[in-house]
């Protein structure tokens, strides 16, 4: 691991080409694919030889410097290749979740322009290439979709592994005319639009490095640790930990696409991973599989887990079945981690706390006025320092960030005296179901147009596995006497929305609880959804 995590103006294939310069026969990549009999491993030097191609590939396809390059991905070896590729080029790189539909990649696509996308043929039963080719007419600029598993030109594997684009160039010479700057955006992330539609939050290569280096100098990881992800690499938790870090560190990467716990068992006696990061679900899942198999877990040193508070019943059971030390972290797209605990606190410290500022990070809670307010004092979130974002794509309006760096993160906390945060609530409207956040906006905007629904208000509801599940709270139009939870869900299934955002309870009421402006009160329906717990027969 590199002795310093001060700013140094290195982007990622710096470190790639050192560890390829150090030991090109070290093992780089392990990926388990559901439903394949083995994985597919690479070394760095077998990798580099596919990236290589697949940079010049991209170019020869007509993508420039800065222009997107955008992937819908589960955690397949494809994917780690194809951000490498970008990067030798100066490419964007835009990963999009595999649960994204036709609602969301339309806009996506086009608000990034992007000008490539991969996609696999199927993936867990869906045609990715069907939906993506229903879109096309909508989407001009998008001139090249390749097909992981498919067919003719459109191909991923006819059109850049086959063919030996590196001898139709000078690579070396290619390489570094694209080379870009450790400031120039690299990577284009959409968050999941909690304000009615997503925004692209942009990265550079400073801004990711500078939250990786104190990431894993703070948990103590190096050459030697193997990299565990199972949280979906469109997601900056594995994009950052599961495939930048291990580059960083010139580690081995173990990608899981699919999560199964048992799975992840078998990987793990195969692999003996030391580290991994996930939320809250994840841990649960493997701690209730791990009671009787303790063994197959024995190398792993740190579960980090973030995107939910640890019930502190789960970091008890973890106790029992993980020899790991828990690790608690909260951050967001526009970051990365910012806070985490230290492996030497103790284990509360995971469970009532989200964490100390990183290295080269600060974070301050302040009152309606942006004073800090006093230790143990609830207010509002602020982050600054060297991972924050530099901007939201096209929407320099929603770049919150004041004369002194603060960002303001739409999050409620608290403050210790030691400077350990607890994240108390959100002023942002948003559900967190499995780390993943839910388009409250988004959602309720299309439940409005079902013909039943006169008014609706969507908040989370605890689950001790997700954190939340959706409870959708409504009222009906004259006519209508109940609108049953089926018939709610198969609406917005008929307007393509993804399965990850649709509501698990439902509930008619006379009215909904609103101020004397007309304002919904939606702290009175989090109250009365305290008490909800999802029959277990209707869960996702």
Same mark, same amino acid.
């Given at each position: 691991?590199?002795?310093?995590?001060?700013?140094?103006?290195?982007?990622?294939?710096?470190?790639?080409?050192?560890?390829?310069?150090?030991?090109?026969?070290?093992? %780089?990549?392990?990926?388990?694919?559901?439903?394949?009999?083995?994985? #597919?491993?690479?070394?760095?030097?077998?990798?580099?030889?596919?990236?290589?191609?697949?940079?010049?590939?991209?170019?020869?396809?007509?993508?420039?410097? +800065?222009?997107?390059?955008?992937?819908?991905?589960?955690?397949?070896?494809?994917?780690?290749?194809?951000?490498?590729?970008? %990067?030798?080029?100066?490419?964007?790189?835009?990963?999009?979740?595999?649960? *994204?539909?036709?609602?969301? $990649?339309? /806009?996506?696509?086009?608000?990034?322009?992007?000008?490539? $996308?991969?996609?696999?043929?199927? *993936?867990?039963? /869906?045609? !990715?290439?069907?939906?993506?080719?229903?879109?096309?007419?909508?989407?001009?600029?998008?001139?090249?979709?390749?097909?992981?598993?498919?067919?003719?030109?459109?191909?991923?594997?006819?059109?850049?592994?086959?063919? =030996?684009?590196? &001898?139709?160039?000078?690579?070396?010479?290619?390489?570094?005319?694209?080379?870009?700057?450790?400031?120039?955006?690299?990577?284009?992330?959409?968050?999941?639009?909690?304000?009615?539609?997503?925004?692209?939050?942009?990265?550079?290569?400073?801004?990711?490095?500078?939250?990786?280096?104190?990431?894993?100098?703070?948990?103590?990881?190096?050459?030697?640790?193997?990299? !565990?992800?199972?949280?979906?690499?469109?997601?900056?938790?594995?994009?950052? !930990?599961?495939?930048?870090?291990?580059? !960083?560190?010139?580690?081995?990467?173990?990608?899981?696409?699919?999560?199964?716990?048992?799975?992840?068992?078998?990987?793990?006696?195969?692999?003996?991973?030391?580290?991994?990061?996930?939320?809250?679900? /994840?841990?649960?899942?493997?701690?209730?599989? %791990?009671?009787?198999?303790?063994?197959?877990?024995?190398?792993?040193?740190?579960?980090?887990?973030?995107?939910?508070?640890?019930?502190?019943?789960?970091?008890?059971?973890?106790?029992?079945?993980?020899?790991?030390?828990?690790?608690?972290?909260?951050?967001?797209?526009?970051?990365?981690?910012?806070?985490?605990?230290?492996?030497?606190?103790?284990?509360?410290?995971?469970?009532?706390?989200?964490?100390?500022?990183?290295?080269?990070?600060?974070?301050?809670?302040?009152?309606? +006025?942006?004073?800090?307010?006093?230790?143990?004092?609830?207010?509002?979130?602020? #982050?600054?320092?060297?991972?924050?974002?530099?901007?939201?794509? &096209?929407?320099?309006?929603?770049? =919150?960030?004041?004369?002194?760096?603060?960002?303001?993160?739409?999050?409620?906390?608290?403050?210790?005296?030691?400077?350990?945060?607890?994240?108390?609530?959100?002023?942002?409207?948003?559900?967190?179901?499995?780390?993943?956040?839910?388009?409250?906006?988004?959602?309720?905007?299309?439940?409005?147009?079902?013909?039943?629904?006169?008014?609706?208000?969507?908040?989370?509801?605890?689950?001790?596995?997700?954190?939340?599940?959706?409870?959708?709270?409504?009222?009906?139009?004259?006519? *209508?006497?109940?609108?049953?939870?089926?018939?709610?869900?198969?609406?917005?299934?008929?307007?393509?929305?993804?399965?990850?955002?649709?509501?698990?309870?439902?509930?008619?009421?006379?009215?909904?609880?609103?101020?004397?402006?007309? &304002?919904?009160?939606? /702290? &009175?329906?989090?109250?009365?959804?305290?008490?909800?717990?999802? +029959?277990?027969?209707?869960?996702?």
């Amino acid at each position: 691991m590199p002795n310093s995590i001060a700013c140094n103006d290195m982007i990622i294939t710096d470190y790639w080409n050192s560890q390829l310069s150090s030991d090109p026969s070290a093992r %780089a990549l392990v990926a388990y694919r559901a439903g394949e009999d083995g994985p #597919v491993s690479f070394t760095y030097g077998e990798l580099d030889v596919v990236v290589t191609r697949m940079a010049a590939g991209l170019a020869a396809l007509g993508v420039e410097k +800065d222009g997107v390059v955008s992937c819908q991905l589960p955690n397949w070896w494809q994917m780690t290749a194809l951000f490498l590729a970008c %990067a030798r080029i100066g490419a964007v790189f835009n990963p999009l979740m595999p649960i *994204f539909r036709e609602r969301e $990649l339309r /806009f996506m696509l086009g608000h990034a322009r992007t000008h490539l $996308l991969v996609v696999p043929q199927h *993936f867990k039963g /869906f045609d !990715y290439a069907g939906m993506v080719e229903g879109l096309r007419a909508d989407l001009p600029e998008l001139r090249h979709v390749l097909v992981i598993g498919g067919n003719g030109d459109n191909s991923f594997e006819q059109q850049l592994l086959s063919r =030996e684009w590196e &001898k139709t160039c000078d690579t070396q010479a290619l390489f570094g005319q694209r080379r870009p700057h450790a400031d120039d955006v690299m990577q284009l992330l959409f968050t999941s639009g909690t304000t009615g539609e997503p925004k692209g939050v942009l990265h550079t290569s400073n801004t990711l490095l500078n939250n990786v280096r104190p990431y894993a100098e703070r948990l103590a990881l190096g050459r030697d640790d193997i990299v !565990y992800m199972a949280s979906p690499m469109a997601h900056q938790t594995g994009f950052l !930990y599961g495939m930048v870090m291990p580059i !960083y560190l010139g580690a081995v990467a173990v990608l899981q696409d699919v999560w199964d716990a048992r799975t992840a068992l078998k990987v793990a006696t195969t692999e003996r991973p030391t580290f991994t990061m996930a939320s809250t679900p /994840f841990l649960a899942d493997l701690v209730e599989v %791990a009671v009787d198999h303790r063994e197959a877990l024995a190398s792993l040193r740190i579960f980090v887990s973030a995107g939910a508070p640890i019930p502190e019943s789960l970091v008890e059971r973890a106790g029992v079945s993980l020899p790991a030390k828990i690790v608690s972290a909260w951050g967001m797209t526009e970051t990365g981690a910012a806070t985490m605990t230290r492996v030497q606190d103790d284990p509360e410290r995971a469970i009532h706390t989200d964490g100390l500022a990183l290295p080269l990070m600060a974070v301050q809670v302040v009152d309606d +006025d942006g004073l800090p307010v006093a230790a143990g004092t609830e207010g509002h979130l602020q #982050v600054r320092g060297a991972s924050l974002f530099i901007g939201y794509l &096209k929407r320099p309006d929603l770049y =919150e960030v004041d004369a002194q760096g603060w960002f303001a993160t739409g999050d409620l906390a608290r403050m210790d005296d030691r400077g350990y945060i607890r994240i108390t609530g959100r002023t942002k409207d948003v559900v967190i179901r499995g780390g993943e956040n839910v388009p409250v906006v988004e959602v309720e905007n299309l439940l409005y147009k079902h013909p039943a629904i006169s008014a609706v208000a969507l908040v989370g509801c605890p689950d001790e596995r997700l954190g939340e599940r959706v409870c959708a709270y409504v009222t009906l139009n004259e006519g *209508f006497a109940d609108l049953l939870l089926e018939d709610a869900v198969a609406f917005l299934l008929e307007h393509n929305l993804s399965r990850n955002y649709l509501p698990e309870y439902l509930e008619v009421l006379p009215a909904l609880p609103r101020t004397p402006s007309g &304002k919904i009160q939606k /702290f &009175k329906l989090h109250e009365r959804a305290e008490s909800i717990r999802i +029959d277990p027969a209707r869960r996702r």
